[in-house]
């Protein structure tokens, strides 16, 4: 049979869906003819597919390595309602379930098996896929083989042993980690074999990204979660173990459905709190960084940062995590001076090397650069992946264009004032100081230090003291002045200064708006209260007229979900894998009236058809009275 009709008819019958994605055909048939090849799509991207269809077309067992338990069973959950033979085999197993997969994987009866890599590594694992017809290999989250990467994991490097020992065998390595050279290594460390490489677009035009100021972030998370995601589940991502105790607590008591997740819960609490966080709807989990790889729940619907990630590749990939069903979602970051300083020091005071330091210094500066522009957020994020963009009409800059102005004057001032009180008193001062002295205020330390004799006194009076502050944030981001954390937070001029001191610099700074929490209103944006997630992608994919039909599928949608909790439950699997919401939405907008007419809604396959199909008609039947 021709292999693309096949890929074809899996897609369809067992995955319900009408189409491939960008290159999941392409890839799928350079698998399915033996080739190895590395996939970089972004999360959401659809990875998956590529090498499950693969490993149902071929002969043999398809087996995935997948650093995550968590995510495992997920997924394994999720190919077992749509009807594929799959299972895992990992360390949260018994024994007697450990020995029933392993007479399943000899007997020829998987289509999938799912290892992690250490378990995978062992002699008595390598001995039974020895014994087994293979299909392909799939190692997921490939990146882990980078050592520059703060996702490494040693045993990723172990995994070229594969090459020796099932050479014949064909391998994928997937990743949504885009940058150049952790996709070298991914070849070289994998010894994958000639292998074809696919890059898809990292774009993700459904999320909307949205930096603001920090102003009172706590309060500005909740009215941005109370006004724009009531109800809905999201990420919260903090720095620290006790801002992410803090911020969860604080949620709760204001009524949000908000769990901890951090490295230094027992691990009893971290694994309950995953999943619930991915079986339940509407949760908000406050987290560090430590959470959130491998959570493949497609309906997260934010992604908030209260701190500054390090780089742009982790503000990707953190964000990433929101909206992987395609509908609309938001990437939502507050930052401010005090984020810029504490990374910095972090960096300053590791203990790494100083190539190591410098690398890490310059990718914060790229993730600060991103925070200050005042382009499009994702024109100037795609390029730092070396992908060209337009203006996407779907982010705060672009929404709502913020002003630039030319602050040489201010910063003038600024760095003047920050000169002359230190030469005048003989030591630094922090910045409140500085700006009351700018600003004319006579404060008990402005009279202690004589401060209002300077020639600085009160020469920046027309801006308030919001405005002084983002100068001096981006003074310091631009590395004109250093903020000294080891002594009061006392501010520096840098020798970067003396051009622009001298007229020979002109700074163009952002005008700070408040848009601390709220949305941006400007041409295009959408007023999600009201309407559903696929009018809305509708109208953003087709750019189509208003919407008029905005609460009419609303009852029926609600009751699918309702329906869906409830087999969720009787079969303890996470609600999405039953149908996702994008399906449900389907339903809920075409009413199918049979079971030929439900066989056309994406997301619905052969299996489960037969196994919900009249149970999801009779939903839509009692709606209808
Ligand atoms: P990734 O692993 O790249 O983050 P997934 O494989 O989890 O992404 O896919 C993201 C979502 O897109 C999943 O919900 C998946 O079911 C869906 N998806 C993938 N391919 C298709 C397709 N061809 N048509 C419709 N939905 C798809
Ligand atoms: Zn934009």
New binding site residues.
């Given amino acids: 049979m021709d292999v693309d009709d096949e890929a074809s008819r899996i ?1 369809r019958e067992v995955f319900g ?1 009408p ?3 960008g290159e ?1 055909r392409q890839i799928i048939s350079h698998l399915i003819a033996g080739g190895d090849a590395l996939v970089l ?1 972004p ?7 590529c090498y499950q269809i693969p490993a149902l077309a071929r002969a043999g067992m398809g087996v995935v390595v997948s650093p995550l338990i968590a995510l495992m069973q997920d997924q394994v959950a999720a190919l077992q309602e749509a009807g594929v033979r799959a299972a895992a085999l990992n360390s949260a197993m018994s024994w007697p379930e450990v020995l029933e997969t392993e007479r399943q994987a000899r007997a020829g009866e998987l289509e999938l098996l799912y290892v992690a890599p250490e378990r995978l590594l062992t002699e008595r694992c390598l001995s039974l896929l020895d014994r087994c017809a293979l299909a392909l290999f799939a190692i997921d989250e490939a990146h882990c083989v980078s050592q520059w990467g703060h996702d490494f994991r040693p045993e990723y490097l172990q995994l070229a042993v594969l090459a020796q020992r099932y050479g014949g065998v064909p391998r994928v390595a997937l990743t ?1 980690t885009a940058d150049i050279a952790t996709r070298r290594e991914m070849i070289e460390r994998l010894r994958l074999r000639d292998p074809r490489v696919f890059i898809a677009s990292f774009d993700r035009p459904n999320i909307r990204y949205r930096i603001a100021e920090k102003d009172n972030p706590r309060r500005q998370l909740l009215r941005f979660i109370r006004e724009e995601h009531a109800g809905e589940s999201g990420i919260v991502y903090c720095l620290a173990r006790a801002s992410v105790e803090d911020t969860a607590d604080f949620l709760v008591r204001q009524g949000v459905d908000a769990l901890p997740y951090h490295a230094g819960l027992d691990s009893g609490t971290r694994e309950d709190n995953q999943r619930r966080f991915i079986r339940d709807d509407g949760i908000v989990m406050v987290a560090t960084i430590a959470f959130g790889m491998g959570i ?1 729940k ?1 309906d997260v619907r934010f992604v908030a940062h209260l701190d500054l990630p390090k780089s742009i590749e982790g503000y990707y990939q953190e964000t990433g995590r929101a909206g ?2 395609g509908l609309p979602a938001d990437a939502w970051m507050v930052y401010g001076l005090q984020d810029v300083v504490q990374q910095r020091r972090m960096i300053e005071q590791s203990e790494a090397s100083a190539d190591y330091k410098r690398v890490a210094g310059a990718k914060l500066d790229a993730l600060l650069g991103l925070c200050e522009t005042a382009q499009c957020r994702r024109v100037r994020l795609l390029d730092y992946f070396g992908e060209a963009a337009t203006p996407c009409g779907n982010c705060d800059n672009c929404l709502d264009r913020p002003e630039e102005w030319d602050g040489t004057v201010a910063a003038q001032k600024l760095l003047s004032c920050i000169a002359r009180c230190e030469s005048a008193t003989g030591f630094g001062f922090g910045a409140q100081h500085i700006i009351d002295i700018l600003r004319g205020n006579r404060t008990a330390k402005v009279e202690q230090f004589r401060h209002e004799g300077l020639s600085t006194f009160g020469i920046g009076a027309d801006l308030e003291v919001a405005q002084w502050r983002a100068v001096l944030r981006q003074l310091v981001m631009l590395r004109l002045v250093e903020v000294d954390t080891e002594r009061y937070s006392v501010l520096r001029l840098t020798a970067a200064c003396r051009e622009v001191l001298r007229g020979q610099r002109t700074i163009r700074l952002r005008r700070a708006i408040d848009r601390g929490a709220t949305r941006p209103a400007g041409r295009g944006a959408i007023d999600r209260t009201r309407v559903t997630g696929v009018q809305v992608a509708r109208v953003l994919s087709a750019g189509s007229a208003p919407l008029d039909d905005d609460d009419t599928h609303l009852p029926l949608f609600q009751a699918l979900r309702a329906w869906r909790l409830q087999v969720a439950r009787e079969h303890g699997v996470p609600a999405y894998t039953v149908f ?1 919401d994008s399906t449900l939405e389907e339903i809920a907008r075409r009413r199918p009236g049979s079971t030929e007419e439900l066989r056309t809604v ?1 997301g619905v396959g052969a299996v489960k058809l037969e196994r919900y199909g009249s149970a999801v008609l009779d939903v839509v039947q009692a709606a209808q009275h």
């Fill in positions: 897609l869906y189409q491939f994605r999941q799509m999360t959401g991207g659809g990875k998956s597919l949504a493949d497609p992987r069903d996702h994406s």
